[in-house]
């Protein structure tokens, strides 16, 4: 039933999505339009903020860069590269890569949502090279995981409200995580996803006549080039000294880290792939071939990421966050509040893809409602978390490393995509409304 249901929405989104890059355009251009309209801003005003903003997220656009390079990299060294493809060979059938790669993405995102995408999408590879299945369900798989990232250990609203100082104390005081990430209904939410959504993309699985099938020659990495050891130049690039030093000093500082209680954050995920694979390359001329293949999947990253940044700023300080919001939940009860907190965080999620950034938009107007109805404030808070984790689903804006590890699309996946949003739409709003 659900091959049948996917069928038409893969067929639809192949032919009319267009480029992330595009997207964004189209994107910027609607923002602008309801910034006009709806918050009555001049367009000298929004072009204005839209400027303003449009090199915000250059820092996290760096990070996001790090996360496909620095996971490209340490995943093709020997030891992990045969790993991963160790593990692939456990599934023996189609049926088995699609769960075998969700539940692996599921348990990496709940980890670390950056962890997640680059894993989720590398082990896809491994799969593809062992088994026959359709490539694009493959992959649709494996980004499938991240939906459960911000119920995860690097959640970012609730770690944020567990903080003392957060910047909404003075409303709500500080949240322990045992009232969010690990609250009862949080734990059944993240266990009933475990289970669908490997069935889910089992079911989707099309028929051999429809399946898109990658063969596994263009699956491989590009060997490395003979090596030359003619200079003295050359033998410091063929030199595992060099990498056994500078490796070693970079664990030794991970190692200090999490014995002084450091936390698993987006810098420490970058910082760990990146020496790890400094070590186990051995060379530095194998760890350069290496970035050589990674760096080219990241050009919409760089594009792209400065467009949001600017719809972004658009969105907040022309109070079009604040009005979408307000409006979702102008028809709340405190039973029905958590529920309309998530649709709405959903919907600002595809204008402001940022799960702190987001917060900082949503919180303001959510946590007075919530006091007002004395609704749930932790509850309010996890669902304005999985509002933005909901529909990264069918954002290309966190697909995109996913995609350039992989060699897809956004089109070749995001149609399998939309069955996911709608199945776990409606999981999660059951289980905030009615799981204690």
């Known amino acids: 039933m659900l091959n049948r249901a996917a069928r038409p929405f893969v067929k639809l989104v192949e032919r009319y999505l267009p480029d992330p890059y595009i997207f964004v355009l189209l994107l910027t251009l609607v923002v602008f339009a309801a910034a006009m309209l709806v918050e009555q801003q001049s367009a000298l005003t929004v072009v204005e903020q839209w400027g303003d903003g449009f090199w915000g997220l ?57 962890f997640g995408l680059v894993v989720g999408a590398l082990f896809a590879k491994a799969l593809a090279r062992q088994v026959r299945v359709d490539y694009r369900l493959l992959v649709a798989s494996a980004y499938s995981g991240f939906v459960v990232w911000h119920g995860g250990l690097a959640g970012s609203v609730p770690l944020t409200i567990a903080t ?33 959504m490997p069935l889910v993309n089992r079911l989707m699985m099309p028929g051999d006549q429809d399946a898109v099938i990658v063969e596994k020659d263009k699956l491989q990495d590009e060997p490395l080039p003979p090596c030359e050891d003619h200079r003295p130049a050359d033998k410091l690039e063929n030199s595992p000294v060099l990498a056994l030093l500078i490796g070693a000093a970079g ?62 700023a658009v969105m907040v300080q022309s109070g079009l966050a604040q009005s979408m919001s307000q409006w979702l939940i102008s028809f709340a009860t405190a039973d029905s509040l958590p529920v309309w907190s998530f649709i709405s965080a959903g919907i600002v999620n595809i204008f402001v893809p940022s799960g702190g ?14 006091l007002e109805l004395g609704a749930q404030v932790n ?36 149609g399998f995509c939309l069955i996911q949003l709608l199945i776990t739409g409606v999981i999660i709003s059951l289980v905030l409304r009615f799981v204690g």
Not at 387 to 409: E, H, R, S
Request: charged share 5%; glycine share 8%; with cysteine.
């Open 58 to 114: 250059l820092s996290f656009s760096m990070q996001m860069l790090l996360v496909l390079v620095t996971g490209f990299m340490l995943a093709s060294t020997p030891l992990v590269k045969g790993a991963l493809e160790k593990l692939a060979t456990t599934a023996h059938s189609a049926g088995r890569a699609i769960v075998l790669v969700t539940l692996v993405s599921l348990v990496a995102s709940w980890i670390n949502w950056g």
């Open 164 to 196: 003392p100082g957060h910047f909404t104390e003075n409303q709500i005081g500080v949240i322990d995580t045992s009232d969010t990430l690990f609250a009862n209904f949080n734990l059944v939410l993240l266990g009933i996803l475990f289970i669908v």
């Open 251 to 312: 664990l030794i500082y991970l190692v200090s880290y999490f014995w002084q209680g450091g936390s698993l954050n987006l810098n420490i995920v970058n910082y760990l792939f990146l020496f790890c694979a400094i070590v186990l390359h051995g060379t530095p001329r194998s760890l350069l071939h290496s970035l050589q293949q990674a760096i080219s999947g990241g050009a919409g990253i760089v594009i792209q990421f400065p467009f949001y940044a600017g719809i972004m």
């Open 357 to 370: 950034g987001q917060w900082a938009v949503q919180a303001p107007v959510m946590l007075p409602a919530a």
């Open 379 to 414: 509850r309010v808070a996890m669902a304005v978390a999985w509002g933005d984790a909901w529909t990264n689903l069918i954002q290309p804006f966190w697909a995109l490393p996913v995609l350039a590890i992989a060699g897809l699309k956004a089109r070749d996946i995001m």
